[in-house]
């Protein structure tokens, strides 16, 4: 089984709708929770991250962070046809040789059609 | 642009071949990380250099190395190749490497075909 689960779609969308993107883990030592937004043939760039649990926010995208049930989502609001792409979740633990050290998921693809 | 240099961006190549894959960091970054990406596998880590030291390691096979040099450029060496080893490689940088959160910043990639 995979430290870190994630349903890879694809999920496809009408414009305007509310995405919700999650995933589930399994190593309790995860501090560190973040996703990245992957385009085709390009690397990942760092969307959001939050450290322990609780929720951030940031324009149209909500990152949520349960760590008793070790789950977390993001949440899209208001989707763009720009937003289509490659959504990985990523966990690392805290600090030493952590650092840097992601575990992703699998990646869920995410087309938001006109 | 991330500003994470990663060359080749394509590459074709024979098992049992040996290739070197270069990454240059994003300029003020000390620590260059290393990514594999397959279709089955998705995106794992392999090693992390911080300012030429080797400082973490993952999921790397022994038939793989890798260093970083003075400049802070590093490569990924893969010998002798085999089929399993076609993948996306992904390098990435970040300033820091010890405590807190860093984001890192990823290259382009290069494409490895082994056929």
């Known amino acids: 089984q995979k430290e870190v689960e994630q349903d890879p779609g694809p999920l496809s969308v009408p414009e305007g709708a509310i995405v919700s993107l999650n995933c589930t883990y399994s190593?309790?030592?995860?501090?560190?929770f973040m996703w990245y937004r992957q385009y085709s043939r390009k690397g990942p760039e760092l969307l959001m991250y939050?450290?322990?649990?609780g929720n951030k926010e940031d324009g149209r995208f909500t990152a949520q962070v349960d760590k008793s049930s070790k789950y977390i989502s993001l949440f899209i609001r208001d989707s763009q046809p720009s937003d289509s792409a490659t959504y990985l979740c990523?966990?690392?633990?805290?600090?030493?040789?952590?650092?840097?050290?992601?575990?992703f998921g699998q990646g869920t693809i995410l087309t938001v059609h006109p | 642009d991330s500003g994470v240099t990663q060359t080749p961006k394509h590459l074709i190549t024979a098992t049992g071949q040996r290739v070197t894959l270069r990454c240059s960091p994003r300029?003020?970054?000390?620590?260059v990380y290393w990514y594999q990406q397959s279709l089955d596998q998705g995106l794992q880590f392999l090693i992390q250099y911080y300012n030429g030291e080797e400082r973490a390691k993952g999921n790397i096979l022994e038939r793989f190395s890798a260093q970083q040099f003075p400049d802070l450029h590093s490569e990924l060496n893969l010998s002798p190749l085999e089929l399993g080893d076609s993948a996306l490689y992904f390098c990435?940088?970040?300033?820091?490497?010890?405590?807190?959160?860093?984001?890192?910043?990823f290259g382009e990639g290069s494409r490895l075909t082994v056929l």
């Open positions: 300029s003020g970054d000390l620590s």
């Open positions: 990435a940088s970040s300033v820091g490497a010890t405590s807190g959160y860093g984001e890192l910043f």
């Open positions: 990523a966990m690392s633990g805290a600090g030493g040789t952590s650092y840097g050290k992601l575990t």
């Open positions: 190593n309790s030592a995860f501090q560190y």
């Open positions: 939050t450290y322990s649990s």
